[in-house]
T-cell receptor, first 110, second 113 residues
Framework: KAGVTQTPRYLIKTRGQQVTLSCSPISGHRSVSWYQQTPGQGLQFLFEYFSETQRNKGNFPGRFSGRQFSNSRSEMNVSTLELGDSALYLC?????????FGPGTRLTVL | QQQVKQSPQSLIVQKGGIPIINCAYENTAFDYFPWYQQFPGKGPALLIAIRPDVSEKKEGRFTISFNKSAKQFSLHIMDSQPGDSATYFC????????????FGGGTRLMVKP
């Protein structure tokens, strides 16, 4: 099976802009989770979607949002970007307990 | 609040050595404990995982030891190789919390030839 794919791989934005990241899960996986990875805070859970419904949400401000489509593909959106949003954003799709991560989208906010 | 504490932050061993990475957790509701390996520029990849009903699990050169009473678990890498040089993360999740993983801070391992 093909792995988790994320697009774009790299993104540069300026403060105040918004950004949308995309994730295509492994075929057959209905759960998609998003994580933010930074050198200072490590890997932090953003949210999880299962069958188009948000099932869990981490401790991030409302500027971070997501959605999942009927084909299980997911997008996350960050509005009003701040410098501190610069990070690697990872998507993971799940089969039961096991989460398979994509390569991530590297977001740089200038 | 850091619910999973990982140590050490970095580790250097010689080829063939057995690096040991430790994690401690606070939340007694955690019931699934995976370890991930991450290479630069890549996403984390699952290495091995354990549930609290067993005290040890081996997969190839990787072994997890689990101590439920102490709320600690560790990763041992047997016969380590330079190709094992990577960052390792422990994680934990609750059965009733979907697939939300709480990660440790990571350990950067270097295996010298």
């Amino acid at each position: 099976k093909a792995g988790v794919t994320q697009t774009p791989r790299y993104l540069i934005k300026t403060r105040g802009q918004q950004v949308t990241l995309s994730c295509s899960p492994i075929s057959g996986h209905r759960s998609v989770s998003w994580y933010q990875q930074t050198p200072g805070q490590g890997l932090q859970f953003l949210f999880e979607y299962f069958s188009e419904t948000q099932r869990n949400k981490g401790n991030f401000p409302g500027r971070f949002s997501g959605r999942q489509f009927s084909n299980s593909r997911s997008e996350m959106n960050v509005s009003t970007l701040e410098l501190g949003d610069s990070a690697l954003y990872l998507c993971a799709s799940s089969s039961y307990d096991t989460q398979y991560f994509g390569p991530g989208t590297r977001l740089t906010v200038l | 609040q850091q619910q999973v504490k990982q140590s050490p932050q970095s580790l250097i061993v010689q080829k063939g050595g057995i690096p040991i990475i430790n994690c401690a957790y606070e939340n007694t509701a955690f019931d699934y404990f995976p370890w991930y390996q991450q290479f630069p520029g890549k996403g984390p990849a699952l290495l091995i995982a354990i549930r609290p009903d067993v005290s040890e699990k081996k997969e190839g050169r990787f072994t997890i030891s689990f101590n439920k009473s102490a709320k600690q678990f560790s990763l041992h890498i047997m016969d380590s190789q330079p190709g094992d040089s990577a960052t390792y993360f422990c994680a934990a999740s609750e059965r009733n919390a979907g697939n939300m993983l709480t990660f440790g801070g990571g350990t950067r391992l270097m295996v010298k030839p």
